[in-house]
């Protein structure tokens, strides 16, 4: 088991930046590629970020790419999402999952966090 706490989300206007953390607990962190998906109300659950369990390989949706930076520090048991220039259309529940590849698909992680709210003003 691998639990996952989401933290730093809140409102920013459009421009800003914010930066997520995912504090992971339990089983060896390090084993687990890791992602960031969101869900906007009345929305599917969409990939945003993936890293490789040794954070030498990243990925990004297209909508991303260029503005959010996904990386982790396994000594801290601990992912982060940097966001910056952000805008309305990334006002989401930002999500963290563990899984065992680094999958861009929901189905591919086992572990879940909470989430954290985002809100980007225009």
């Known amino acids: 088991q691998v639990q996952l706490v989401e933290s730093g989300g809140g409102l920013v206007q459009a421009g800003g930046s914010l930066t997520l953390s995912c504090a992971a607990s339990?089983?060896?962190?390090?084993?687990?590629?890791m992602g960031w998906f969101r869900q906007a109300p009345g929305k599917e659950r969409d990939f945003v970020a993936r890293?490789?369990?040794?954070?030498?390989?990243?990925d990004y949706a297209d909508s991303v790419k260029g503005r959010f930076t996904i990386s982790r520090d396994n000594a801290k048991n601990t992912l982060y999402l940097q966001m910056n220039s952000l805008k309305p259309e990334d006002t989401a529940v930002y999500y963290c999952a563990a899984g065992p590849y680094g999958s861009s698909f929901v189905v591919g992680y086992d572990y879940w966090g909470r989430g954290t709210q985002v809100t980007v003003s225009s």
């Open positions: 890293i490789s369990w040794s954070g030498g390989v990243t």
């Open positions: 339990g089983r060896t962190f390090s084993s687990y590629a």
